[in-house]
């Protein structure tokens, strides 16, 4: 749904940023390789036999977790770690996709030979697969808490003895980024097995530092993609169908409301002249009341109470409250109005129309009582002021005020 530049721009970014703040001043991903440009070209041109020569230049797999491996689902790695995790659900810079994090604390790490506080970090696409695994030492969390002071030579013996560990396995085949004047050491390995990353920091001034070891696929970036693809697919296919006027009532609070709904909303807005916030949900295609038109759902929250006071839906308006069109005709709306009223009628009843409309430039208006709500339904054009273009149908619910 929501989908920022930035989040193509910081894909790469995606793993290392989810595993704690990251204080280098540059992470640029580079594909990762010591060979020359001539054993480049020459690796390009040679025969199967020669490439699977060069392939074990990179030496076997190292393995940072036992029995734990990029690509196994949540119930996978649940059978081998148990329940000794606290999993969460969280974006990525505000925008799809949902990742699941997964964070073990440890007093220190036997199977890299670490004797230091840290934790192991597990992120999965939710419901599918494992797309990072990472350690973390000198921090006890995510918000790079620490639970007791280093000395530098602390912090930098863990990183050399991790250095060492992968250098037995993959040698020089590493870039390195050592910009930030707080690094120890930042190095990266790209191969058949993945993108491994390993950096330091330490700060003399709070005498605490941080080791991270982190490994991602090669095809991450393109994994993240098509997930995000496939949520925004399903999201749409959601708001085209989802009936807020029966799940939803007023006086619900935010989380109430999102937890039926979703927090996938296209856009945020706060009115000003009154303390309320609006979210609105396109849709591409309305199938709740069978128009097949455009448009979107909104809800709107008192901001002081954070209770629901209105929600429903703008049909043939696409875009959201400060940035609409209307594409659609006079004779498209009547024909889909007279397509929505009897379903409106059917689940609350007849009505009468009013004999004098509530508005400039409507066509049809229609309500209902319900109790302390008031559920209304309009069409016209020109609504609201001559010539003002807009077009559309509204059906909505509100606290009867």
């Not at 602390?154 to 050592?178: M, N, P, R, W």
Request: aromatic share 12%; glycine share 8%; net charge negative.
């Amino acid at each position: 749904m929501k989908k920022k530049t930035a989040f193509l721009c910081s894909l790469i970014m995606l793993m290392t940023a989810a595993c704690g703040k990251i204080d280098s001043g540059s992470e640029t991903d580079e594909e990762t390789t010591a060979v020359s440009t001539e054993e480049t070209t020459e690796t390009e041109t040679t025969s199967e036999t020669e490439n699977t020569t060069t392939s074990k230049k990179f030496g076997e797999e190292f393995n940072m977790f036992p029995d734990i491996k990029l690509g196994m689902t949540e119930a996978e790695v649940q059978a081998v770690i148990g329940d000794n995790y606290e999993r969460s659900v969280e974006k990525y810079l505000d925008s799809d996709p949902d990742m699941a994090y997964y964070t073990i604390p440890f007093d220190s790490c036997p199977f890299l030979g670490i004797d230091m506080e840290g934790y192991e970090l597990l992120t999965f696409i939710p419901d599918g697969e494992l797309i990072s695994m990472s350690y973390h030492f000198g921090v006890i969390d995510r918000d790079n808490n620490t639970s007791k002071d280093h000395s530098e030579e602390e912090i930098k013996a863990v990183y050399d003895k991790l250095f060492d560990q992968v250098h037995e396995y993959y040698g020089d085949y590493y870039t390195s980024d050592d910009n930030d004047k707080n690094s120890l050491g930042n190095m990266r390995w790209s191969n058949t097995y993945g993108n491994l990353a390993l950096w330091g920091f330490y700060y003399d001034d709070t005498k605490t530092g941080n080791v991270s070891l982190n490994l991602i696929p090669d095809d991450f970036a393109q994994k993240i993609l098509d997930h995000a693809k496939e949520n925004a697919a399903a999201q749409q296919s959601r708001n085209n169908s989802v009936d807020i006027l029966s799940q939803l009532k007023t006086g619900m609070s935010e989380e109430d409301v999102f937890a039926v709904i979703g927090k996938d909303y296209d856009y945020e807005y706060s009115a000003g002249y009154k303390p309320s916030v609006e979210y609105d949900y396109s849709f591409t295609a309305d199938e709740v009341w069978g128009t097949g038109l455009r448009g979107y759902m909104f809800v709107e929250f008192d901001e002081k109470t954070n209770e629901l006071t209105c929600f429903g839906y703008h049909i043939g308006a696409v875009g959201h409250v400060e940035d609409c069109s209307y594409p659609y005709s006079e004779s498209e709306l009547e024909e889909a109005f007279n397509k929505l009223l009897p379903t409106l009628e059917e689940e609350y009843g007849k009505t009468d129309e009013p004999s004098a409309f509530s508005g400039e430039g409507i066509k049809d208006e229609y309500s209902w009582s319900m109790g302390t709500d008031q559920l209304w339904a309009i069409w016209g054009t020109d609504l609201w002021g001559a010539s003002s273009g807009v077009n559309e149908i509204i059906v909505s619910r509100s606290i009867d005020r």
